[in-house]
């Protein structure tokens, strides 16, 4: 007897009875299992996509058409790929032949990172077959444009870029011989390639003023974008340093991570107070302070993902520890996930009219392209030198057992409670932000999404501030305006013109005054006897 159960029918003994469902997937291991679940229902939600369209994977709409696959599948996943051309430039331009080891592991990521979001691209356009249609229909004035074409060309140099591993592996000398004689060229083109569209993601987002909420609209988004995803490509370069020293023992020297940790303190540094002094130049610092859903996203992608990753990585003692250098690292990407997503989510969607929250579809698509990525990941780490040998790069000393011990229960507990603090921040900004349910029959505000599932967040009424010679105050109600105009109603009819979503009840410049109004502007483009009644009863809109 070996201990093995056995089954016995009718008096014959049968072979050892498989190992049940929960011994099984213990033998495969957690990971394995999660990444084969985020597959499957991945799988499901290609198919409905592919054979029923969008709207049926989706909760996308035409008032709201780019959603989470566009947020973090594109813009999430191009700026983690930045580490790719920020390492290859300070190897093969600057000469930093040190950080040589870190190399082929960032152009991996940054190479896997581009094919996922073309395939991203792929799920989101209503006509996927048609994206071909920027090699020959050329339109050099949209930023979209520009966009697809550096993507395009930035992934064919960073395939060149890895190409040589694949040599490697091959034994094809002569080819990789042309490479290496022609590798600081392509390093040139895809730095510039990368630099150009890392910050046209930035512009694609300048060209809606009125629509983008004043948090994050500014004209220096595209110098944001490119800031972010400098510090964001350096900490997942970490990340996936770590996370593969667990499982597969390849390990990056602790000094070359340390001096990633610097130039990540001084991006984040920059970038957290040239957007602060953006916000006061802007007049929209106050707007920090308002308790309002944006307000709170805003604070987690500032505090958690930039602030705080900043002092613990400027810490000698966060940098001498690899848990620190993670932890921080994880921060560092998680709020440039939540910035990247609060510019092409949360900020839009006061403007469209609508609550957008994601079908779990739509997650699943983006977990399946994660998932895909950590496999190729591992798949290329386990079968081509990615990471130098031991032999040519030794492992460093252990660091000192005094510096080990770096994040103690009392920090976790700080970290998790002020996570929760926002999160309760955020819920009370998400019901007081909510209007109140409309009467049935009452038409109104679900009337500007005829056929949507989901009902519009309207703002509360709004009274503009009197002069001494006004006969009253002027209150705006959008309830009102959304019921009269119907159908036709869209927030972008006002708030993409003259009425900006910057600041409340103030036009995008000058001041809302009687000679501004009754000279055509502001108001009186709808009030002019036409499209609405005329202005030349002062009653309609003073109160008495």
């Known amino acids: 007897m070996n201990g093995t159960p056995e089954l016995v029918l009718g008096g014959r003994r049968r072979l050892s009875a498989p190992l049940d469902l929960a011994a099984r997937l213990r033998a495969l291991g957690l990971w394995k299992v999660v990444l084969l679940g985020a597959g499957a229902l991945g799988l499901w939600a290609t198919i409905v996509r592919y054979t029923q369209g969008l709207g049926a994977a989706t909760h996308l709409s035409d008032s709201f058409p780019w959603g989470l696959w566009i947020g973090f599948d594109l813009l999430v996943g191009v700026g983690l790929a930045a580490g790719g051309f920020v390492v290859a430039a300070t190897v093969h331009i600057f000469r930093l032949e040190k950080y040589e080891p870190i190399a082929r592991p960032a152009v991996l990521t940054a190479f896997l990172g581009y094919l996922l979001v073309i395939v991203a691209l792929l799920y989101d ?42 040599f490697e592996k091959l034994g094809w000398h002569r080819p990789l011989s042309w490479l290496r004689a022609a590798f600081v ?60 020293f667990r499982a597969f023992g390849k390990r990056i020297e602790t000094e070359l991570l340390q001096g990633m940790a610097r130039v990540v303190v001084v ?27 944006e ?28 848990r620190g250098l993670f932890f921080a690292a994880v921060l560092t990407v998680l709020g440039f996930i939540l ?47 990615v990471f130098h040998s031991a032999g040519e790069h030794p492992e460093p000393a252990q660091a000192p057992a005094a510096a080990r011990p770096l994040l103690t229960r009392p920090m976790l507990v700080f970290f998790w409670g002020f996570l929760a603090i926002g999160a309760g921040l955020l819920w009370a900004a998400s019901v007081r932000g909510t209007p109140p349910t409309e009467p049935a029959g009452s038409g109104g505000a679900a009337a500007i999404v005829s056929g949507d599932r989901r009902e519009p967040r309207l703002p509360p009424e709004f009274t503009f501030p009197t002069g001494a010679d006004s006969p009253g105050p002027v209150t705006f109600r959008h309830e009102v305006h959304v019921a009269l105009v119907g159908e036709s109603a869209i927030c972008a009819t006002c708030h993409a013109t003259a009425w900006s979503l910057r600041a409340s009840g103030a036009p995008q410049d000058g001041a809302a005054t009687y000679d501004r109004i009754h000279a055509g502007d502001l108001c009186a483009n709808c009030h002019n006897g036409s499209a609405a009644f005329a202005m030349d009863d002062c009653a ?5």
């Open 125 to 166: 356009l209503g006509r996927p077959w048609n994206i071909w249609h920027p090699l020959v229909m050329w339109n050099p004035h949209s930023v979209m444009f520009e966009v697809a074409w550096c993507v395009m060309l930035y992934t064919s140099v960073l395939a060149l870029e890895f190409s040589p591993l694949v």
């Open 185 to 244: 060229p392509l390093v040139i083109a895809g730095v510039l390639l990368s630099t150009l569209h890392q910050s046209s993601l930035g512009t694609l987002y300048v060209i809606v003023p009125g629509k983008l909420h004043g948090l994050w609209y500014t004209p220096l988004l595209p110098v944001f974008f490119f800031l972010s995803a400098v510090a964001a490509g350096l900490a997942m370069t970490m990340v996936e340093s770590c996370l593969s």
């Open 267 to 293: 991006v984040l540094s920059v970038l957290t107070v040239w957007k602060a002094i953006d916000l006061l130049t802007r007049g929209n610092l106050g707007l920090v302070f308002r308790i309002t859903p």
């Open 295 to 322: 307000s709170a996203m805003f604070w987690g992608e500032m505090a958690l993902g930039a602030v705080l990753p900043a002092v613990l990585f400027a810490m000698p003692r966060v940098r001498a520890s690899e």
């Open 339 to 385: 910035g990247r997503l609060n510019v092409a989510i949360t900020g839009m969607v006061a403007s469209s009219g609508v609550h957008y929250v994601p079908s779990w579809m739509e997650f699943a698509v983006s977990l399946l392209l994660v998932a895909l990525g950590f496999a190729a990941f591992a798949a290329a780490v386990r079968w081509l030198p």
């Open 540 to 544: 309609l809109c003073h109160a008495q």
